[in-house]
């Protein structure tokens, strides 16, 4: 097949998929957005797959403001324009696509099924909620309508997806009640790659470099939006403020990031900026206690996958989430650490817990890597998406049959189903 892999965010994990795919025979064209800040995963290829893979940073005219809704609205029609371009040039036969702002993503679609291809639709989030939250949190006027407008777009772009890909239990519900078959939907949960982040001696080279030396060390790496209740880190640098055995890194970007900034914060809260993907692990192998967040309301529509990076490394995890919410449940099902509500009472109880415990901290670790290996084989996982990518190109072409690809939908399931 000729499949086009788009994560507007450029993750790893999806990156890893691509390659997977690759390697699998596959033609693989990997798209994200460049000037997107958020942590970026491996976009190098390497020489034996050249053939197969191509990554592309998608690029758009004049500059990317990331925290302006207006500049972000424009941004986003820009970038289905690109997206629609390497579609028309790439002629996929499977787009799947990934964390793309929804004004994107409906140009996405119909240029997919314009030019004879599947649409695979991967719900990392209920981004019409998402957009409400955010709205709400700025005190932008009129968020509910916001929501409302974003809501009928997104299940209208979900009806019209060929398949659609969901990474928790929790999203069938919404799904359900806005009208989408439950046999076009499969339930794939994230992953982390096995391959790149392995665990290390904490003593790490990048620990140096932070001066943090024998001190416990709580660190937070990765985006840290106002979803991910920053004051709660800030709250616990208060609280720990007295402790010079103890260190509490913040490695993010973001608008929780940039909030954080703003506030008289404790000397023991330091806060970096992303570092490099080659260090990722490095970074989180100088934990003792790897950090996730996520606001009471945000359950319903986000479940954060820096926490499954955190169990590749073999590090505790202290979570603070809503109990029903999938990393939560992980954490808990794994025995990889602490997982309270986002409270601020719960979230200190919860750190105090992992500081004073050095075998809970040992044995959470030792479970965290355990689980990831027995869970993000990604050799099973590919096998998953292509199960997904069958049931999409089963699906009636929306185009005219001469317009069709040479390989016809039906001839590629076939083939899959017999490799």
């Known amino acids: 097949m000729r499949i086009l892999v788009n ?7 999806q990156l890893q998929l691509s390659r997977s795919l690759a390697r699998d025979g596959h033609t693989v064209l990997h798209t994200y957005f460049g000037a997107y800040q958020t942590p970026k995963g491996r976009t190098d290829v390497d020489a034996e797959m050249a053939d197969h893979l191509k990554i592309e940073a998608v690029t758009i005219p004049g500059t990317f403001k990331q925290h302006s ?3 972000r609205r424009k941004a986003d029609h820009a970038y289905g324009v690109a997206l629609c371009r390497r579609v028309e040039e790439f002629q996929p036969n499977i787009v799947i696509s990934a964390n793309t702002p929804l004004d994107a993503q409906k140009q996405l679609l119909k240029a997919t099924h314009r030019n004879g291809g599947r649409f695979v639709f991967w719900l990392q989030d209920v981004l019409s909620v998402a957009i409400e939250f955010v709205l709400r949190k700025k005190g932008i006027p009129f968020a509910g309508i916001a929501g409302s407008i974003y809501s009928r777009l997104e299940r209208s772009l979900l009806q019209q997806s060929d398949a659609i890909v969901c990474i928790a239990p929790e999203f069938l519900e919404r799904l359900r009640k ?8 499969s339930v794939i ?5 096995l391959d790149e982040i392995v665990p290390q001696d904490r003593d790490t080279a990048w620990a140096a470099e932070q001066s943090l030396g024998s001190k416990l060390r709580l660190i937070y790496s990765g985006t840290l939006g106002m979803k991910h209740r920053p004051e709660l880190l800030l709250e616990l640098a208060r609280d720990l403020q007295g402790r010079e055995d103890v260190a509490i890194v913040v ?5 929780g990031a940039d909030w954080l900034k703003k506030q008289d914060c404790p000397a023991i809260l330091r806060i970096l900026p992303f570092q490099p993907y080659e260090r990722h692990a490095e970074v989180l192998a100088s934990a003792d206690v790897l950090i996730t967040l996520l606001d009471e309301d945000c359950g319903a529509f986000a479940v954060p996958s820096k926490t499954l990076a955190y169990m590749c490394a073999g590090r505790p995890s202290l979570v603070a989430a809503p109990p029903d919410n999938l990393t939560s449940r992980i954490i808990e099902r794994a025995g990889a650490g602490v ?3 986002p409270t601020v009472p719960a979230f200190l109880a919860g750190a105090t817990r992992l500081l004073g415990d050095p075998e809970l901290r040992t044995t959470s670790g030792a479970r965290a890597r355990a ?7 990604i050799e099973s996982i590919r ?4 199960a997904a990518f069958e049931s999409a190109l089963q699906q009636p072409a929306t185009i005219h049959p001469q317009n069709a690809r040479a390989a016809s939908p039906t001839v590629i399931a076939d083939s899959l189903r017999q490799s």
């Open 7 to 13: 994560d507007y965010a450029g993750h790893p994990f």
């Open 383 to 386: 096998d998953h998406f292509l």
């Open 339 to 341: 997982a309270t509500a």
């Open 178 to 185: 806005w009208g989408i078959d439950d046999r076009k939907v």
């Open 189 to 193: 949960e994230n992953w982390s790659p």
């Open 69 to 71: 809704a207006l500049s």
């Open 371 to 377: 689980y990831a290996s027995s869970t993000f084989a």
């Open 251 to 255: 490695v993010a970007q973001g608008a």
